[in-house]
Nanobody, 124 residues
Framework: QVQLVESGGGLVQAGGSLRLSCAASGRTFSSYAMGWFRQAPHKEREFVAAVSWRPSITRYADPVKGRFTISRDNTKNTVYLQMNSLKPEDTGVYYC?????????????????WGQGTQVTVSS
């Protein structure tokens, strides 16, 4: 069993930055991949970024490449999503998820555990 708790969301103006955190507990954090997904109002949830464990490979959705950075601190059992140059279309609920098979893919079905989400709102 894995518990995930996101934090760091909020309201920011376009062009601003936010850093999301996801604290994990329950199993050995360093052995599985972590991903971030988001869901905008009236839209389906979509992949944002993922990071695997050994090898440490990162993957990003095209709309966030060059603006978002995913990282992990295994000593703190935490994964981060640094979001820069935010746009109104980045608005949504952001979820972190754990992939126990360490695939780090963009498919929701590969992820076994999910957090409750944190709201990010970018104003124009």
């Amino acid at each position: 069993q894995v518990q995930l708790v996101e934090s760091g969301g909020g309201l920011v103006q376009a062009g601003g930055s936010l850093r999301l955190s996801c604290a994990a507990s329950g199993r050995t954090f360093s052995s599985y991949a972590m991903g971030w997904f988001r869901q905008a109002p009236h839209k389906e949830r979509e992949f944002v970024a993922a990071v695997s464990w050994r090898p440490s490979i990162t993957r990003y959705a095209d709309p966030v490449k060059g603006r978002f950075t995913i990282s992990r601190d295994n000593t703190k059992n935490t994964v981060y999503l640094q979001m820069n140059s935010l746009k109104p279309e980045d608005t949504g609920v952001y979820y972190c998820a754990a992939d126990l098979a360490n695939r780090g893919n963009s498919w929701e079905a590969d992820y076994d555990y999910w957090g409750q989400g944190t709201q990010v709102t970018v104003s124009s």
